[in-house]
């Protein structure tokens, strides 16, 4: 039985994500930060562990748990995207959204990736075409776009890292989704998302390792 592992599944895409492997018959290992969450994921039929990405104890307790697990996808979901103003960023916020979207992908990535290589398997972070350079026409979310930047920074560094080894390391943007985040304007239904995002993982090989990816699996400029 192959093995998925969902960071970040307590609601939206990372939910979505843990249901649609659960159906195909995978195991899926799945974290949340409540309690709660990590009930409801139980009910469901996964393995939950709950884990708050800032808290560096903690990602290194889940690294513990998972040292003898075999990973064959694993998605990086969890994200912040922090005030919905620009402008002057308070501290605060600014501290919230990169330890969330870039200093636990630091710290996750490391420990995920061999798992992911042990098994030649695909490893994914859930980036936005907002952090995209090549494609910035606003700056509107100037903090949540530095964010995803920095965040595919990082998965470009993991590609190098953990490519030999046999993981195909990809960043994805999952399209304007219909979640908390994204809004009930999005373009696109959670199930529709993870479903593109699912079938053009699948259909990668080693030649697309540290690509940034479109849902549908159409290239994105850095």
Not at 7 to 35: F, H, M, N
């Amino acid at each position: 039985m192959p093995t998925a592992l969902i960071i970040g599944a307590s609601r939206g895409i990372g939910r979505e994500l843990a249901r649609q492997y659960l159906a195909d018959g995978w195991r899926v290992i799945a974290t949340a930060r409540k309690p709660e969450d990590c009930a409801s994921l139980a009910a469901m039929g996964a393995e939950p562990h709950q884990l708050d990405v800032t808290n560096a104890d903690a990602i290194a307790a889940i690294g513990w748990k998972l040292d003898d697990d075999r990973i064959d996808v694993a998605f990086l979901g969890a994200g912040l995207y922090g005030p919905r103003h620009d402008g002057f960023p308070t501290e605060a916020d600014f501290d919230a959204v990169m330890r969330t979207n870039v200093l636990a992908a630091m710290r996750l990535l490391p420990i995920i990736g061999p798992l992911v290589a042990s098994t030649h398997g695909k490893l994914a972070v859930i980036s936005s075409r907002m952090g995209s350079m090549g494609l910035r026409h606003s700056s509107i979310g100037t903090l949540y776009r530095a964010s995803k930047a920095a965040l595919n920074s990082v998965l470009a560094d993991t590609a190098l890292n953990f490519g030999p080894q046999g993981a195909t390391c990809v960043a994805f943007h999952p399209g304007w989704v219909k979640t908390d985040m994204g809004g009930d304007e999005a373009d696109l239904s959670v199930e529709q998302s993870v479903t593109c995002m699912r079938t053009t993982l699948a259909g990668l090989t080693a030649a697309d390792n540290g690509r940034f990816l479109n849902y549908d699996g159409t290239p994105l400029p850095w």
